[in-house]
T-cell receptor, first 112, second 114 residues
Framework: QQPVQSPQAVILREGEDAVINCSSSKALYSVHWYRQKHGEAPVFLMILLKGGEQMRHEKISASFNEKKQQSSLYLTASQLSYSGTYFCGTLRAGAGSYQLTFGKGTKLSVIP | NAGVTQTPKFQVLKTGQSMTLQCAQDMNHNSMYWYRQDPGMGLRLIYYSASEGTTDKGEVPNGYNVSRLNKREFSLRLESAAPSQTSVYFC?????????????FGSGTRLTVV
């Protein structure tokens, strides 16, 4: 089942902060975050595991709330290079599951 | 280090034609995947191969077949193309040990079926 991302789109000025959420109705084992720039392939940012610690990639960090089955991506002091569409991918708990299911994405635009 | 290589990058097919999309990775990853991306739909899994010698259906497998030729190569075949298969196709690979690894994506194939 596809995770739900919010917001669908956000516009920031350079230096502002943003939070992107990813929620699932199913028990999750891990959450991936990817960024895709227009016309390019998605690029892996970080992975969060059940019971694991908050992760960080440059000035981008993420958390995983197991009770809520939700992950949040925090973009701090945004830069123009952060523009793109952010996707979360969720892996359901359960042995033998290899299917990473992606949300529909959050389009982030950073303007000067 | 090439990562994941997909061919072709662009293709136009007529309805009913067949074609094979090729994908190869040089990172010694054990798992490989085919996704399609349509506007507003995100990435949807077509087929995946958890390890060499195995393949399984994903969310949208109808109209497609796959072959895991060896550890490096994973191909996607459209037997009789339909306009609904117009999309951008991404191949990806990852290393799974005790925990899932991040996916490395190829640059994509833009397919138009007319």
């Amino acid at each position: 089942q596809q995770p739900v991302q919010s917001p669908q789109a956000v516009i920031l000025r350079e230096g502002e902060d943003a939070v992107i959420n990813c929620s699932s109705s199913k028990a999750l084992y891990s959450v991936h975050w990817y960024r895709q720039k227009h016309g390019e392939a998605p690029v892996f940012l970080m992975i969060l595991l059940k019971g694991g610690e908050q992760m960080r990639h440059e000035k981008i960090s993420a958390s995983f709330n197991e009770k809520k089955q939700q992950s949040s991506l925090y973009l701090t002091a945004s830069q123009l290079s952060y523009s793109g569409t952010y996707f979360c991918g969720t892996l359901r708990a359960g042995a033998g599951s290899y299917q990473l299911t992606f949300g529909k994405g959050t389009k982030l635009s950073v303007i000067p | 280090n090439a990562g994941v290589t997909q061919t072709p990058k662009f293709q136009v097919l007529k309805t009913g034609q067949s074609m094979t999309l090729q994908c190869a990775q040089d990172m010694n990853h054990n798992s490989m995947y085919w996704y399609r991306q349509d506007p507003g739909m995100g990435l949807r899994l077509i087929y995946y191969s958890a390890s060499e010698g195995t393949t399984d259906k994903g969310e949208v497998p109808n109209g497609y077949n796959v072959s895991r030729l060896n550890k490096r190569e994973f191909s996607l075949r459209l037997e009789s193309a339909a306009p609904s298969q117009t999309s951008v196709y991404f191949c990806a690979s990852s290393l799974w040990t005790d925990v899932p690894g991040g996916y490395t994506f190829g640059s994509g194939t833009r397919l138009t079926v007319v």
